[in-house]
């Protein structure tokens, strides 16, 4: 359920530095686009003289990969994977164990085609433009990316190629995809996903891999560094986080929650157990060919043959198997089954994340199995057996928010320029702007998104603030996954961002479910936080509670998923009467511009299950005790949705530590009356910030009166 779109800005920020997304330098040499058709198109030819580099990042594969036919109508081919600090920044050691096995397979299979695969460490500009000038590269392949980093370092590397010339011309840097739909302009698309599954575009057939031209001479190819040498590699990381921000970062809500009930109940923890419940298992003897190649085996990898037989397993799940390996997989699936079809995500996206397939690759292997079930024929009412349809619908809805992506990295009309950032294998979208100043996150409510701040980011940056506002997983054009959404998940997703993206403690700001949500947060990890500012905030004040509730274990019932369905249908006809209800005192302020940009995009039925098992037991009283003087209500009184006089009664009666502002509005007073609003943040902003130096002026004032 989406709402609006934000507007693009000039300048905007870069994690912890201000960058500008005008072009680069003008001496940056031509960016091509191409994917399946045209490739295949240029690829039946005449060779063409000059060597090509493929600069290989989350395409670990030479099965499907539209830029190794570009290549190779080149005489030289050389394939490259750099080890670069900044693409590999957010990865575990799990995921290290994974990229290493994926790599090892691609740099097999490429000698198996006559090729290599060069190894390098280092800053993937440097390493690209040395190697462009070694083999005299008249082309660099590269796959189009939609993650701001990812996207910095490809600017990076144009940007240094711009230096190098060849007979008067810079090396070409061209970026690919490979797409299920062939789509000749991304702005022709609807936005909306009702209006593009009528398209019915047909699904674009993978590739198999080419012929490629031989091993240079001559060249150093490096080694595949062990586990030991890429942690080795990462503990030099300038992007490395102190280990106090790790540990926070490492330590689930529902541990701290856990050490809190232990220590109020005059308990004791070693702060061990429950980090790794794996821990505590007995664990079973590798298969030889088991599909969990890692240490901790929690997800499929390996190379493309491995994983497309694993993909084999998954969706033979209903046949039976007396293979050991196929066994094991299908016991997998069992325990990954949190809700109908969830397990596909969990145990294969890693590996999709990693490219060591395809989307359209899994895609297809999922309808030939259908059709061999059903005699050749696809049936009109849905899929023969859940394992298809999960592998389906998982890589459709990928494939969908990967658009949305793309098409927002192209689109002029936008007043912001929104970014995305990966979190658990999930696109999240963003938008930061502001060069200096105190850091503020802005987080919506549910069925919301960022472009809910429409009218408040630029106000509040213009005061003095660098300002991120973020659209939660589940929400907006940030993927949906088949997952159980708790509150706790939410809180976990903000704590990551913070702590990734924005790279510093902030104020947060929270309006409705994400008021509750930033409550966590501050609670759970103070560290993070300077001040707390809620906008009509879901949750409630309970006068004298001092404990931690115990923890529920979240399922999908069949009331949440009947109500899902029920509340869906029920919104699509009454979605604007209540919008307009929660702007009781300027009803235009719900105008088209928010309204039209409802939808009903993969995983949004999964997303409203999550109403009925919501949990917010935990009063906000409780959450934020840490933070005296530190929390701002900004309440509209007339919220159709909650009892704002008495939430604002108990708070002045009871908790007169916190400051409370009461405006003429409903649910979202920030977009209501976003001026009023916006001038109570400022100044709230501002004096938060004053306050160490008032004190450290009124220390060194008692100093000198003593010395008097």
Not at 81 to 97: A, K, T
Request: aromatic residues 10%; charged residues 25%.
């Amino acid at each position: 359920m989406a709402m609006l779109i934000f507007s693009r800005t000039p300048t905007v920020t870069d994690r912890r530095h201000s960058v500008s997304l005008t072009p680069v330098r003008s001496s940056s040499p031509p960016t091509v686009r191409f994917s399946t058709l045209n490739t295949v198109a240029s690829s039946n030819g005449v060779k063409t003289t000059g060597a090509a580099v493929i600069w290989y990042k989350s395409d670990l594969r030479v099965d499907d990969h539209p830029a190794l036919f570009a290549a190779s109508k080149h005489s030289t081919v050389v394939p490259l994977y750099v080890f670069d600090h900044r693409i590999l920044r957010d990865f575990n050691e799990e995921f290290f164990e994974l990229l290493l096995f994926a790599v090892k397979d691609l740099r097999d299979s490429l000698k198996d085609l006559g090729s290599n695969l060069m190894i390098r460490f280092g800053r993937t500009e440097s390493v690209i433009q040395d190697l462009v000038k070694e083999v005299r590269a008249a082309n660099v392949y590269t796959q189009e990316e939609v993650e701001y980093d990812s996207r910095l370092v490809i600017d990076k590397v144009r940007e240094n190629l711009g230096d190098v010339f060849f007979e008067k011309d810079s090396p070409k840097v061209s970026l690919w995809s490979t797409p299920f739909y062939d789509i000749e302009n991304m702005m022709d698309l609807p936005l909306s996903y009702d209006e593009f599954q009528r398209l019915k575009l047909p699904v674009l057939s993978p590739l198999s891999a080419p012929n490629l031209p031989g091993v240079v001479p001559d060249l150093e190819w490096g080694p595949l560094p062990t586990l030991d040498d890429l942690k080795e590699f990462m503990d030099e990381s300038p992007y490395k986080l102190k280990d106090s921000w790790s540990l926070i970062k490492n330590t689930s809500a529902e541990y701290v929650l856990q050490n809190d009930r232990i220590l109020m109940s005059g308990g004791v923890t070693n702060g061990q157990g429950s980090l790794n419940s794996l821990a505590s298992q007995i664990k079973k003897k590798k298969l030889k060919k088991s599909a969990f190649i890692t240490k901790q085996g929690n997800f499929v990898g390996g190379g493309t043959s491995d994983v497309l037989n694993a993909l084999a397993a998954y969706l033979k799940y209903f046949e039976g198997t007396a293979r050991d390996d196929w066994q094991e997989l299908h016991e997998r699936l069992r325990n990954a089954e949190a809700r109908e079809g969830a397990s596909f995500g969990i145990l294969f996206g890693p590996v999709l994340q990693l490219g060591v397939v395809s989307r359209r690759r899994v895609y297809n292997e999922a309808i030939k199995y259908e059709k061999d079930r059903n005699g050749g024929f696809l049936s009109p009412f849905g899929y023969s057996c859940f394992t298809i349809a999960s592998v389906a619908d998982h890589v459709c809805s990928r494939e969908w928010y990967h658009i949305l992506a793309s098409r927002s990295q192209v689109d002029s009309t936008e007043r912001y320029s929104t970014r995305y950032w990966r979190w658990k294998g999930h696109l999240i979208q963003y938008a930061v702007m502001g060069c200096e100043g105190p850091a503020i996150l802005l987080v919506h409510g549910f069925g919301a998104f960022l472009e809910h701040y429409r009218d408040n980011i630029t106000d509040i940056v213009e005061g003095g603030s660098r300002v991120w506002a973020i659209t939660l997983v589940g929400f907006g054009r940030s993927e949906k996954p088949n997952v159980v959404y708790t509150e706790l998940m939410w809180a976990e997703l903000l704590r990551n961002f913070i702590i990734d993206v924005v790279g510093e403690p902030v104020h947060l700001v929270g309006n409705s479910f994400g008021g509750y949500f930033v409550s966590i947060v501050a609670g759970l990890w103070p560290a993070l936080a300077k001040s707390v500012v809620l906008l009509n905030s879901a949750g409630h004040y309970i006068p004298g509670y001092s404990s931690v509730p115990p923890s529920k274990e979240r399922k999908t019932t069949g009331i949440a998923w009947l109500g899902a369905r029920g509340l869906s249908f029920y919104l699509r006809l009454s979605f604007r009467n209540l919008v307009k209800r929660c702007y009781p005192t300027k009803t235009d302020r719900a105008d088209k511009g928010l309204l039209n940009e409802m939808s009903y995009d993969p995983g949004v039925l999964v997303v409203l299950e999550s109403i009925f098992t919501f949990d917010p037991s935990i009063p906000l009283n409780y959450l934020l005790k840490g933070f005296k003087g530190k929390v701002l209500i900004i309440q509209g009184m007339k919220d159709p949705i909650s009892d704002s006089k008495t939430k604002v009664t108990v708070v002045k009666k009871h908790f007169k530590e916190i400051t409370i502002k009461e405006l003429d509005a409903g649910h979202c007073p920030h977009d209501e009356l976003p001026e009023e609003v916006n001038s109570i943040i400022r100044e709230w902003v501002i004096n938060i910030e004053s306050e160490p130096e008032i004190l450290k002026q009124t220390a060194k004032d008692g100093s000198r009166i003593a010395a008097t």
